[in-house]
């Protein structure tokens, strides 16, 4: 009966929903913990492509039961685009897709707050994708949000409506001089998404207490990733959720002695979005092309990713935060064109070798990398599901990324598709 966890090891967008996709095969239950609709999940199934933001990935195996947790907060024009897109693609959601009542709800005051925020002048950029993710999560901090069980009391609703742009209208009008929101018309949207909405609200908790009592195998599947947690990322640039191993026990309602495995997830290189620390990052046409390559470019924004080498300090940080028992590794294949590449092994800051992130993130704004330098393949590795076929240098930086992180790597991604993967690699 286990409960594994698959969580992010660097700065999101490592390929998580295509792992989650893989693992879902096995597991009776998927379950999203944190986040909003502003991580996107990439999965292509036989050539077709879905890009997921708020439903777990394990939706597209047949017959599995997906949970949005009380952790997550939830965007309903967002979920609506996703159900149509998996319904045009011959996907069934009905009696499969269940909402935590406590999941919180993202209106439209909470995108305007996002967008606003951002664009004040004087104000220190974060790079957020604009979705009222932050806003939603400070209202529901704050105790002024509205989760979904209030859908179903139409007072309770209208109360909390009001006394929520009561306080949000004085901050749009009188901080960020933009124009109020009328409550009249809040209310009317929110009523109008409740009737497609609350049908698929229910009580997760005893779906997953029962699923662990009756040894069902559950995927915990997070978003984003560790280098953006809210407390143990590259604060203040990160997202506004756990998005740690520890946060689905939270986000889920899921006792941490249930917890059997945690699978991170690592792209064979490093990216990141928005602003903030990247002390790997490559500004030159190295990064350009591994960029081009991967095709680098966010799912939920299109926003071009930050390109840079494998940073073991960041891996090692990661196992040790989240307890990861094993790595899914990805993009491999997009370090098929280069002649050489780097692992960074360790950091020089202010005339010191670092070899490990503490509490102190900040020394990676002042970060310099002492890299190791690999011969590369020079081969394709596209679409390879045996780690024996692999190209010698390939298995060599495999095993070197190993060892950096402290942790094995059992699973290697060779492309897109569900079908390029390769799994149960042996332990060296």
């Known amino acids: 009966m286990p409960v594994n966890i698959i969580v992010g090891m ?73 159900m149509d897109q998996l319904e045009k693609g011959g996907i069934k959601i009905g009696g499969r897709l269940l909402i935590s009542p406590r999941a919180h709800c993202i209106l439209p005051v909470h995108k305007s707050l996002d967008k606003a925020h951002e664009a004040r002048g004087g104000q220190r950029k974060i790079g957020t994708t604009g979705k009222g993710i932050g806003p939603s999560y400070a209202d529901k901090t704050a105790r002024v949000g509205i989760p979904m069980f209030f859908l179903s009391d139409e007072k309770k609703l209208e109360s909390a409506a009001n006394s929520l742009l009561a306080v949000k209208n004085s901050l749009l009008s009188d901080f960020y001089s933009q124009d109020k929101l009328d409550p009249a018309t809040l209310l009317k949207e929110i009523k109008s998404f409740i009737p497609r909405l609350l049908p698929f609200v229910g009580d997760t908790r005893s779906v997953l207490a029962d699923g662990m009592r009756d040894g069902k195998n559950i995927l915990c599947e997070g978003a984003q990733g560790t280098m953006l947690d809210l407390d143990h990322g590259t604060y203040p640039y990160v997202t506004s959720s756990y998005t740690v191993s520890g946060g689905a026990c939270v986000g889920l309602g899921i006792p941490p002695g249930k917890i059997d495995k945690v699978i991170g997830v690592a792209k064979a290189y490093t990216t990141r979005v928005g602003e903030g620390p990247f002390p790997t990052e490559l500004l030159d046409g190295v990064g350009a092309k591994i960029q081009e390559e991967g ?35 990805t993009k491999l294949d997009v370090l098929d064109v280069l002649d050489k590449l780097c692992v960074c092994t360790a950091y020089k800051v202010d005339g010191k070798t670092v070899e490990r992130i503490r509490d102190d993130v900040s020394i990676l704004e002042r970060a310099t990398p002492v ?17 024996s076929k692999l190209p010698d240098k390939a298995k060599r930086y495999i095993g070197f990324l190993q060892e950096q992180a402290g942790a094995h790597i059992s699973i290697v991604s060779t492309g897109q598709g569900r079908e390029s993967t390769i799994t149960g690699i042996p332990r060296s």
């Open 371 to 387: 890299y190791k330098e690999f011969d590369g393949w020079n081969t394709k590795t596209a679409g390879i599901t045996e780690f």
């Open 10 to 82: 660097q700065w999101g967008d490592e390929g998580k929903g295509k792992i989650v996709d893989i693992l879902s095969e096995h597991h009776e239950i998927i379950a999203r913990y944190q986040g909003g609709a502003n991580a996107g999940h990439t999965v292509v199934v036989n050539g077709m492509k879905f890009v997921l933001h708020l439903i777990p990935s394990g939706i597209l195996r047949e017959g599995k039961v997906c949970v949005i947790g009380s952790g997550v907060v939830v965007d309903p024009q967002s979920l609506f685009a996703e």
């Open 295 to 329: 095709n680098e470019f966010g799912a939920t924004t299109g926003r071009p990713r930050r390109c840079g080498w494998f940073d073991g300090p960041v891996a090692r940080y990661a196992v040790e935060i989240n307890g990861i028992d094993e790595i899914a590794l």
